[in-house]
């Protein structure tokens, strides 16, 4: 069965710091994809990327940016210069390719980032 | 091109009574996926259509919940005889048929039982 942890319960930083988010998964399959989420307090989860297991190149977009790397099976996800803005729950989570077709996600428990301005 | 909606946002009900919440997919999105989600946890999986049809139920979904998408286009998640356990926030999302993997989630209906 497939896994995911955020080991990071909550992180809080100043404004205008660098903040990692780390993300470890174990899965059995080869092929699977990899996704981060951002959920601000208004509930809604906003889909921030999406890394495919054969793709092992870093994706930088603006201040994000996410580090694939299958040997320890992470896939950290680095903001750059925090804003008070980026104050919410990330979630990391996993969709096997082999799912049937179902493609249901297992998601980790998230991690809370506080920015303070 | 709209986001997926839910409705409402906000229920709080007693226990025992029935609730329904409705969730508007992307346009154009065949699959629609229901979620749960209790403080401090990620999504958990409800169950999921393609289309009209129901493909997948979670063991999660008792026999009190009951899922629609009579034709294809919104869907409705029924919760009978409530129970306390039941408050939490009820997700819903919607994926389109070229980027099966890759929902993209409304906001949420938070549900309290009283």
């Known amino acids: 069965a497939q896994k995911v942890t955020q080991a990071q319960t909550e992180i809080s930083v100043v404004e205008k710091e660098d903040v990692t988010l780390d993300c470890v998964y174990e899965?059995?399959?080869?092929?699977?994809?990899l996704f981060w989420y951002k959920q601000p307090p208004s509930g809604e989860l906003v889909f921030l990327i999406r890394?495919?297991?054969?793709?092992?190149q870093n994706e930088i977009s603006g201040r994000y940016s996410w580090n694939f790397q299958k040997s320890t099976s992470s896939f950290n996800f680095t903001i750059t210069a925090s804003q008070v803005v980026d104050s919410a729950v990330y979630f990391c989570?996993?969709?096997?390719?082999?799912?049937?077709?179902?493609?249901?996600?297992?998601f980790g428990r998230g991690t809370s980032l506080i920015v303070h301005p | 091109d709209t986001g997926v909606s839910q409705d409402p946002r906000h229920k709080i009900t007693k226990r025992g009574q029935n609730v329904t919440f409705r969730c508007d997919p992307i346009?154009?999105?065949?699959?629609l996926y229901w979620y749960r989600q209790t403080l401090g946890q990620g999504p958990e999986f409800l169950t999921y259509?393609?289309?009209?049809?129901?493909?997948?139920k979670s063991r999660l979904l008792s026999d009190r919940f009951s899922a629609e998408r009579p034709k294809g286009s919104f869907s409705t998640l029924e919760i009978q005889r409530t129970e306390q356990g039941d408050s939490a926030m009820y997700l819903c999302?919607?994926?389109?048929?070229?980027?099966?993997?890759?929902?993209?989630f409304g906001p949420g209906t938070r549900l309290l039982v009283l």
């Open positions: 999302a919607s994926s389109p048929l070229r980027v099966q993997e890759t929902q993209y």
């Open positions: 890394r495919n297991s054969f793709d092992e």
């Open positions: 259509f393609q289309n009209e049809a129901q493909l997948e």
């Open positions: 989570a996993l969709i096997l390719h082999a799912s049937g077709g179902s493609y249901i996600p297992t």
């Open positions: 346009s154009e999105h065949n699959r």
């Open positions: 899965t059995r399959d080869t092929t699977y994809y």
